[in-house]
């Protein structure tokens, strides 16, 4: 994904936590904020230590950042904070691709 497109700023990512619009399940939670300064969407990601070593976090975060690609016709101008829980650990990539695009075709209701 181009820079564009993350959430780099704690601030930002902190003001995305306290809009408090969220869709979820077991394995991952969107967060979205309206933005009024961004052309685009922008997102980020955050996954714990309990996911797993470096490596296991970093390739889940690719696989994410991947399937947000290919769908970015999906994803509206918000900024998005998706949290990776540890019990994805489990799931493959096309569990992971189903659940994540399911989430962003739901409205969140708030």
Known sequence: MKKEYRI??????DRVF???KRIGNVYFVIYQYYN????????ALSIGRKYGNAVSRNKIKRQVRSILHENM??????????VIKPDAKNLSFDEIK??????LEKEVKK
């Open 8 to 13: 780099k700023k704690s601030q930002e990512i």
């Open 18 to 20: 306290k809009a408090k």
């Open 36 to 43: 009024k300064e961004t052309v685009s969407f922008r997102v």
């Open 73 to 82: 016709n999906l994803l509206k101008k918000l900024d998005y904070v998706i």
């Open 98 to 103: 189903n659940m994540i695009i399911n989430m």
